[in-house]
């Protein structure tokens, strides 16, 4: 068990019956009255964030888990299927515990969250850039580059971005995983 004081960014408490993981926070002092713990929850089994309050002092339930490295291998009916680069032991995730799945390709190096107990799977998260190949985008037009005009590309893995004008089919971009917006062309 813990308390307020313990909340930071990352940790994962079991609150109303779930799995959250904080994602943000702000102790609270008012001039009146007792202080308080701001927090951002984002629930590991459903993806929906909360907002809620906790009185200074407060226990909660912290949850143990480890960060462990997999490697992604395929896709099939029964969800993603990941391997450990320690143990080259598989486990399957579903779709809905991964943000943008369709950035992954196959031999992708990920973090999947594990619950320390049960040993099951909570989330998957992605590194935080990938480099992807352009396999198809509409030719852009010579000298159109007075405005940050976007085109929209599809990547190796299905994927569709939107790129500058200058992007071409067999380019490799690198894209921000968390939002699936391009950053820059890869080196």
Known sequence: MATTTDIRKGICIEFNNDIYIVVDF???????GNAFVRT???????????????QSGHTIADVRVERRKFQFLYKDEMGYNFMNNETYEQVSVQEAMIENA????EGLEVEILMHAALEVPLSVELPQYVILEVTYTEPGLRGDTATNTLKTAKVETGAEVKVPLFIDAGEKIKIDSATGNYIERAK
């Open 40 to 54: 951002k929850l984002k629930s590991l089994t459903s993806g929906k964030v909360v907002d809620n309050t906790f």
């Open 102 to 105: 369709n950035l992954m390709k």
């Open 26 to 32: 702000q102790h609270v002092k008012p001039g009146k």
